[in-house]
């Protein structure tokens, strides 16, 4: 196998195993990680990429921001390591790969099952968007399908994250994501896209599900009914909404496509004899969605021989270190504290006013 140096920092910890993709400043490889016994996908950037600021706050802000989500349905990051030359960080591995893996295997997918994946997209994204993380970049080769059908959403490398944009990074004018994918505003404008550039590409990725084809300008399908012949009507309905080129069109946020998402499934399913399955799938997305965005944030430490330069990111998703801390330090939000101090003056005033009586 290809020998690859390793920052010292992880010389002597993994073993690579095999090469598992490659593309832009980084290479993803499946590795044994010694200290913890386990099998991890190690993501590299580049040394020659590693050198520039921007691509080594851009890399770690990618593992950052997937590990702050917290979300099932997030590929979960370990750990993340850097020194003098190098940054990695080491995530889950994905037994089942990728979507389009699945695509190129079978030619398509058949819809309920490209809806019940779509859905738990859907899922990460509303977390993702409560974060303001907007991925700019779902496609099925970033759609992972873990060994128990579950989906595990990854790639955040090209993420607009809240309203703190790498300014010096994706300039105004500046196309980013994937033809086809990618929502007209997003092709006129990356850096100020926001969650409906998101839905138009999940929207893009259901057409590519079901009829094994790469999705034209969807924009556009309500003036060619022929672009859509391969998608039962009831999906027909939610890809056309979802891809409209009017941002404020589309659906409003995530759960009301994956409301959609839900419907639809469960009409094919009537007519299947299949059970259907909108108020489990709908509790399962909401209870995901808000115990993702009230979890605590753990302090994750990073592996490192060298101090991070400050970075725009820091603060928004502060994270320190290698492994989450199974006991975060919990936060309060301001608006339950509030709810709380009212609720514990109505019981003082209560027991005062039953005092008085008695």
């Known amino acids: 196998m290809e020998s690859l140096p390793l920052a010292p920092v992880a010389e002597g910890r993994f073993e690579l195993l095999s090469r598992l993709g490659e593309g832009g400043m980084a290479s993803v490889w499946r590795a044994h990680d010694r200290f913890t016994k386990r099998d991890v996908a190690?993501?590299?950037?580049?040394?020659d990429a590693a050198l520039r600021r921007s691509h080594r706050s851009r890399f770690i802000a990618e593992a950052q921001t997937m590990?702050?989500?917290?979300?099932p349905n997030v590929l979960q990051v370990y750990e993340i390591g850097e020194d003098k030359d190098y940054v990695w960080f080491s995530m889950e591995i994905v037994e089942g790969g990728a979507l389009i893996d699945a695509l190129q295997r079978s030619g398509r997918i058949p819809a309920m099952q490209a809806l019940h994946w779509l859905f738990q997209v859907l899922q990460a994204l509303a977390a993702a968007h409560d974060r303001g993380v907007v991925h700019r970049d779902v496609k099925p080769d970033n759609i992972l399908i873990r060994r128990d059908g579950s989906i595990a959403l990854g790639d955040f490398g090209i993420a607009r994250?809240?309203?703190?944009?790498?300014t010096h990074r994706t300039r105004p004018g500046i196309a980013m994501g994937?033809?086809?994918y990618m929502a007209p505003e997003q092709r006129e404008d990356a850096r100020s896209v926001g969650p409906p550039a998101d839905i138009y590409a999940v929207g893009a990725t259901l057409y590519a599900s079901i009829t094994g084809l790469e999705p034209p300008d969807l924009f556009a399908a309500h003036l060619d009914p022929r672009l859509l012949r391969r998608v039962p009507p009831v999906v027909r309905d939610v890809i056309l909404r979802a891809c409209n080129y009017m941002a404020e069109a589309r659906f409003p946020d995530a759960r009301a496509m994956a409301v959609a998402v839900a419907h639809a499934h469960d009409a094919l399913a009537r007519g299947t004899g299949t059970p259907e399955q909108f108020d489990s799938w709908m509790a399962h997305f909401d209870t995901c969605r808000f115990a993702s965005a009230a979890r605590p944030r753990g302090r994750?430490?990073?592996?490192?021989?060298?101090?991070?330069?400050e970075d725009p990111l820091a603060d928004p998703f502060s994270i320190e270190g290698a492994q989450v801390s199974s006991e975060p330090v919990a936060e309060v939000p301001r608006k339950e504290f509030i709810l709380l101090a009212i609720a514990g003056a109505v019981i003082a005033w209560a027991m005062l006013q039953a005092l008085l009586l008695a």
């Open 67 to 71: 590990a702050s989500l917290g979300h």
């Open 161 to 166: 994250i809240r309203d703190v944009e790498f």
């Open 178 to 180: 994937t033809a086809g």
């Open 300 to 309: 994750v430490r990073m592996t490192a021989a060298t101090e991070v330069q």
């Open 42 to 47: 190690l993501k590299l950037l580049r040394p």
